[in-house]
């Protein structure tokens, strides 16, 4: 009579018809005794399951990895080229902004040197900033959708935001003659000059941040 109980609770537990009634009569023939196996295997299928992997295989994980990215050459050398312009600005930007302050705070009144030295000094940066500018978009189009796609979009965004303001730097230069100026407005060439410097150096920390 036990038996018989835990069989018909087995059989509501697991939902299962295949769980037959227990005979309780010793010696007769009958179905056999059921056991948990049909019954835990409603409840915990997983468990019983050949084809169930609670974790992915080995081919599954290669199968998610994203696919290898194949490059030029010619890419690692445009990069090279890039990443050393990007150091060579660094002392350009810094030397071009000392000289510029004492432009604009002494006027006149600056060393000659400075005078003289200021115009080539910016066009070395524009030169500079030209290499990086090829190489960078060469690069980007050989790149395009490969990971690391919108971090190489906003850097390049701000990268030609900064070329916009040095156009700009140079377009509003006072020019000197005579000891005096004619034409321009320092104070403006100076505030976009600064703030050109400022979002290529912001474009550069963040590619070295993220890589």
């Given at each position: 009579?036990?038996?018989?109980?835990?069989?018909?609770?087995?059989?509501?537990?697991?939902?299962?018809?295949?769980?037959?009634?227990?005979?309780?009569t010793?010696?007769?023939e009958?179905?056999?005794?059921?056991t948990?196996?049909?019954?835990?295997?409603?409840?915990?299928?997983?468990?019983?399951?050949?084809?169930?992997?609670p974790?992915?295989s080995?081919?599954?994980?290669?199968?998610?990895?994203?696919?290898a990215?194949?490059?030029?050459?010619?890419?690692?050398?445009?990069?090279k080229?890039?990443?050393?312009?990007?150091?060579?600005?660094?002392?350009?930007?810094i030397?071009?902004?000392?000289?510029?302050?004492?432009?604009?705070?002494?006027?006149?009144?600056?060393?000659?040197?400075?005078?003289?030295?200021?115009?080539?000094?910016?066009a070395?940066?524009?030169?500079?900033?030209?290499?990086?500018l090829?190489?960078?978009?060469?690069?980007?189009?050989?790149?395009?959708?490969?990971?690391?796609?919108a971090?190489?979009?906003?850097?390049?965004?701000l990268?030609?935001?900064?070329?916009?303001?040095?156009?700009?730097?140079?377009?509003?230069?006072?020019?000197r003659?005579?000891?005096?100026y004619?034409?321009?407005?320092?104070?403006?060439?100076?505030?976009?000059?600064?703030?050109?410097?400022?979002v290529?150096?912001?474009?550069?920390i963040?590619?070295?941040?993220?890589?």
């Amino acid at each position: 009579m036990m038996l018989s109980t835990v069989a018909f609770a087995l059989t509501i537990l697991g939902n299962s018809p295949a769980v037959l009634p227990v005979h309780d009569t010793v010696g007769l023939e009958g179905p056999p005794v059921p056991t948990l196996a049909p019954t835990l295997h409603n409840l915990y299928p997983q468990r019983f399951d050949a084809s169930y992997a609670p974790f992915p295989s080995a081919g599954d994980d290669q199968a998610q990895r994203a696919k290898a990215v194949q490059h030029s050459d010619f890419y690692y050398t445009r990069l090279k080229i890039h990443q050393w312009g990007a150091i060579v600005m660094i002392p350009l930007a810094i030397a071009q902004y000392f000289i510029g302050q004492d432009l604009y705070k002494n006027g006149n009144n600056a060393a000659q040197w400075e005078h003289d030295i200021h115009g080539p000094l910016a066009a070395t940066i524009a030169v500079d900033y030209g290499v990086q500018l090829v190489t960078g978009v060469w690069n980007g189009v050989e790149d395009w959708g490969n990971p690391g796609q919108a971090r190489r979009t906003v850097h390049s965004a701000l990268m030609l935001l900064a070329g916009a303001g040095f156009v700009a730097v140079g377009a509003t230069a006072p020019e000197r003659e005579d000891g005096g100026y004619l034409e321009g407005n320092p104070s403006q060439h100076r505030t976009l000059a600064i703030s050109s410097m400022a979002v290529m150096a912001a474009s550069g920390i963040m590619m070295l941040i993220w890589k």
